[in-house]
Every structure is written in C-alpha cells, then in structure tokens.
C-alpha cells in the first residue's frame, strides 16, 4: 500500500487545481486519482460524502475536503517562496473568502447563463466585474500581485477561478479595457511553469473503489 497522500483531483476544476498549486509549490510527493464527474469512485465518497473535488488523504488517515485546507497544509510542510507570509493571512483569508462565495456564484451564472434565465450573460458578467474583478484590477494597477511584489496564498487561490472567467469568453476578456492589469497577472500565472505541471494531463489511472 503506498504510503503517499492520496489525492482526489479532477484536472480542470478550478478547486483542484488550486490545491495542486500548493501542494506541487510544496514539493509534496501524491498519488493523484483523477475523478470522472460522473462517476465518482466509492473510495472518495467512502472518505468523503460530500462527493467533491479534491479531497486529499493522509497516511495517518486524517482527510481534508477543502481545497483551501490543503494548500495551507501544504505550504505548512514546505513553503519556498512565502506564499503564506506575502501578507496578512486574514486579508488574504478575506479576499479568498469573496472569490468563493459572492464571485463563484456570479461566475457560475455567467458561465451557465441558460440556467439562469433571470439575467442575460454579459448582465452576469458585469456584475462579476463589478463585484469582485474590479477591485483585483485596482489592486494590481500599481502592483504585480494581489498583496504586493511576489505571489500569495491569494494569488494563487484566485488564480484558477480567474482563468475559467476569462474562458467563458476569451474574445472579450482579451479586449476589454476594463481589466488589463487583471489580464497580465493572469497570464503570468498561466505562464509560471508551476502551472503548467499541474495542469499536465495524467496518466491513465483509474480511482480506487
């Protein structure tokens, strides 16, 4: 049996990817289990009923079903380049805390605007700017990073959700002059070879259970 933390993962999902940040950041060795969404393993919902990724087990059985929770583990074990003291952990908590709740919602209507009828697509935009995105762009007018010169917890727990705004429609998130400093941060990210090994295609591996 292998003695690795065993990681619940599915590529795309801006929660996993973010606690792959962490824990690749970390230089933490996992067994990564690539979940099929519509299939999830028995293993998984075994350690963790709520049926959502990433979870991640440890050897001494302890689970951790929260994607903020493992990359605090993580960076805990090993942190190299200071993500967790680049500010203030309750500011960064707070900010987190707005791109989770308020920002997620909005940007899962935008990004699924036919089910939410009540507001056109680029209404569900707007509002996502407004409420969130707005304030990142001021944050980064005179500033690399959300909370200074280099890379946070923050940053990095943005940084996928950002990314899949930015999708829905490329066109214009390419365009728009509302955001450009947001914009080049982004692609800063997405240009980190971090971010690329996590985002790397697994190998065939089929989850337990």
Same mark, same amino acid.
């Given at each position: 049996?292998?003695?690795?933390?065993?990681?619940?993962?599915?590529?795309?999902?801006?929660?996993?990817?973010?606690?792959?940040?962490?824990?690749?950041?970390?230089?933490? $060795? %996992?067994?990564? /289990?690539? %979940?099929? &969404?519509?299939?999830?393993?028995?293993?998984?919902?075994?350690?963790?009923?709520?049926?959502? =990724?990433?979870? &991640?087990?440890?050897?001494?059985?302890? =689970?951790?079903? #929260?994607? &903020? @929770?493992?990359?605090?583990?993580?960076? !805990?074990?090993?942190?190299?380049?200071?993500?967790?003291?680049? !500010?203030?952990?309750?500011?960064?908590?707070?900010?987190? +805390?707005?791109?989770?709740?308020?920002?997620?919602?909005?940007?899962?209507?935008?990004?699924?605007?036919?089910?939410?009828?009540?507001?056109? !697509?680029?209404?569900?935009?707007?509002?996502? =700017?407004? !409420?969130?995105? +707005?304030?990142?762009?001021?944050? *980064?007018?005179?500033?690399?990073? *959300?909370?200074? $010169?280099?890379?946070?917890?923050?940053?990095?727990?943005?940084?996928?959700?950002?990314?899949?705004?930015? #999708?829905?429609?490329? %066109?214009?998130?390419?365009?728009?002059? +509302?955001?450009?400093? *947001?914009?080049?941060?982004? #692609?800063?990210?997405? @240009?980190?070879? &971090?971010?690329?090994?996590?985002?790397?295609?697994?190998? /065939?591996?089929?989850?337990?259970?």
């Amino acid at each position: 049996m292998s003695t690795l933390p065993l990681l619940f993962s599915y590529r795309r999902c801006p929660y996993a990817i973010r606690a792959r940040l962490a824990l690749w950041q970390a230089g933490l $060795p %996992v067994q990564v /289990h690539e %979940v099929s &969404l519509r299939d999830k393993p028995a293993e998984l919902l075994r350690l963790s009923p709520k049926g959502t =990724v990433p979870v &991640l087990c440890l050897p001494d059985g302890m =689970v951790l079903e #929260q994607s &903020l @929770d493992i990359m605090r583990w993580a960076l !805990a074990q090993h942190d190299p380049d200071g993500w967790l003291q680049a !500010a203030p952990l309750e500011a960064m908590l707070a900010l987190i +805390a707005q791109n989770d709740g308020p920002f997620k919602q909005l940007l899962d209507r935008y990004k699924y605007a036919e089910r939410h009828p009540e507001r056109t !697509a680029i209404e569900w935009r707007d509002e996502a =700017v407004r !409420a969130h995105l +707005a304030d990142l762009e001021a944050r *980064l007018h005179h500033q690399p990073c *959300l909370f200074g $010169p280099s890379w946070s917890l923050a940053d990095m727990a943005l940084l996928p959700f950002v990314r899949q705004f930015a #999708q829905v429609d490329r %066109v214009w998130f390419d365009a728009t002059p +509302a955001l450009p400093a *947001l914009r080049a941060w982004l #692609q800063r990210g997405l @240009d980190l070879p &971090l971010f690329a090994a996590v985002m790397a295609k697994p190998t /065939h591996q089929p989850a337990p259970g």
